[in-house]
């Protein structure tokens, strides 16, 4: 059995279950695997032949596979990756790695659905008909990720905590339209309210004792080790290509745990030359790598809302991996940050000279290609979002019409229900203590 230990190194180590129940580890460390296994260069030598599928559950089993057996394992990844991500030229030396080809056209859908799928799968092993209660925190994306992951699955209530007021209406009506088990919570405050207000409810054992409580945020570990998929992936179809010999992943980042997913993905062999983590105007890592000293802050709001976050939770996760070693991790990781203006002008460029629409995360990691890549490199940026979910901004960027995929103007016809929080803590738990 796989153990799982905390980044804060005061809680006992959890099992893969234990991990994926709780969330976060009572020290309110975020656990970790106590081991990540180098996968075997035969899989490397041949990783372009193999399907997405096939690669995912080859990286699933390094994972969790002395946890699940192998034929549920694989029927969790299958029925996770019901669709594609694909990798799309853009320019010379310039791709897109598609990951917006899922249910809510985000690349959120790959956890919250492997995720979803794992936890029903150890509701149903452990069989005790006590009912599983979701918290998740979003500043857009996330929830209708987990919301729709989870839609319908039987013994799981969903609880979406979002900021009133700071979310797109296309990203609202993606969690607040559907009904069933998944319950929206409009909190009149920002991203970081929802984080704390989720992250308070863990902590409070009044809550604990009354509900199992679990979170589906990017800490968890079933959200974030599946996201290592797609990387394997992107490597296997550029070296289809013929062109992986030194790839540089550029990965838009808020939380960090798209990014800490692809670290992972080195870690156990994957050959990238190295990585960008692109930022907005929350410059909170960025300033790490110039200055070894973590400053967490209150996040900005920008147009590529999904990574406002001033306190990036997957940080510890980086700093553990590399044994807080400032050094090893600016050798592998650059930096870039990048104000509105920017992003606009990005996206109006790149749509001018290649024709291709990005949404306004994707943005920054293009914009990072363009700006960090050397001669004989090749780049690859993680195309985060359809740009259909931020369609004002992105039409008022490219001056020209975006168009609405017909799974996303589907959402747009429901009806809107959410339940109304302030941003204190004692609000939400006596919600809480009434279910
Ligand atoms: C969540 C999100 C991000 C940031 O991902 P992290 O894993 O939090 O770093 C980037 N782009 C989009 C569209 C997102 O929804």
Do not use: W
Request: charged share 20%; proline share 5%.
């Amino acid at each position: 059995m796989m153990k799982y230990y905390s980044t804060n190194g005061n809680s006992d180590h959890a099992t893969l279950e234990e991990a994926v129940v709780k969330g976060l580890a009572p020290d309110k460390g975020l656990y970790m695997p106590e081991t990540i296994a180098k996968l075997p260069q035969e899989f490397f030598d041949n990783i372009e032949k193999m399907s997405f599928q096939e690669i995912a559950c080859r990286v699933a089993e390094a994972f969790f596979g002395e946890d699940i057996p192998k034929a549920d394992l694989d029927r969790i990844v299958c029925d996770t990756l019901a669709f594609d991500c694909p990798v799309v030229e853009v320019e010379p030396s310039i791709y897109s790695l598609e990951l917006f080809h899922g249910p809510t056209l985000a690349f959120k859908d790959v956890g919250a659905r492997f995720m979803a799928r794992m936890l029903q799968y150890f509701i149903k092993r452990r069989d005790t008909g006590r009912e599983v209660n979701v918290l998740v925190a979003t500043s857009g994306d996330t929830g209708s990720a987990v919301a729709n992951g989870f839609l319908g699955v039987d013994g799981i209530n969903v609880y979406v905590l979002y900021p009133k007021g700071k979310v797109s209406p296309i990203q609202e009506c993606q969690f607040t339209t559907l009904g069933r088990n998944i319950t929206a919570i409009e909190v009149d405050g920002v991203f970081d309210d929802c984080q704390r207000l989720v992250k308070s409810a863990f902590m409070d054992s009044d809550l604990t004792s009354h509900l199992t409580l679990t979170s589906a945020n990017s800490i968890n570990v079933a959200r974030f080790l599946p996201q290592a998929f797609y990387y394997f992936n992107a490597y296997a179809r550029m070296k289809e290509k013929g062109i992986a010999d030194e790839l540089v992943i550029s990965v838009p980042s808020g939380n960090f745990g798209n990014i800490t997913a692809g670290l992972f993905a080195h870690r156990m062999g994957l050959p990238i030359k190295r990585f960008i983590a692109a930022n907005n105007a929350n410059d909170i890592f960025y300033n790490y790598l110039l200055t070894g000293t973590y400053n967490p802050k209150p996040s900005r709001q920008t147009i590529a809302n999904a990574m406002d976050v001033g306190d990036p939770s997957n940080f510890a996760r980086i700093i553990d991996l590399y044994g807080g070693d400032h050094a090893a991790v600016t050798s592998l990781i650059s930096g870039c940050t990048y104000p509105d203006a920017i992003i606009s002008d990005t996206m109006r460029e790149c749509f001018a000279t290649t024709g291709y629409t990005l949404d306004p995360h994707g943005a920054c990691g293009y914009r990072a290609l363009k700006e960090q890549l050397r001669p004989g490199e090749t780049g690859v940026f993680l195309e985060t979002a359809h740009p259909a979910k931020f369609k004002d901004t992105v039409e008022k960027a490219i001056c020209h019409d975006v168009e609405i995929p017909e799974k996303l103007a589907a959402f747009m016809k429901g009806e809107k229900l959410s339940v109304p929080m302030s941003a204190d803590f004692a609000d939400f738990k006596r919600y809480l203590l009434t279910k």
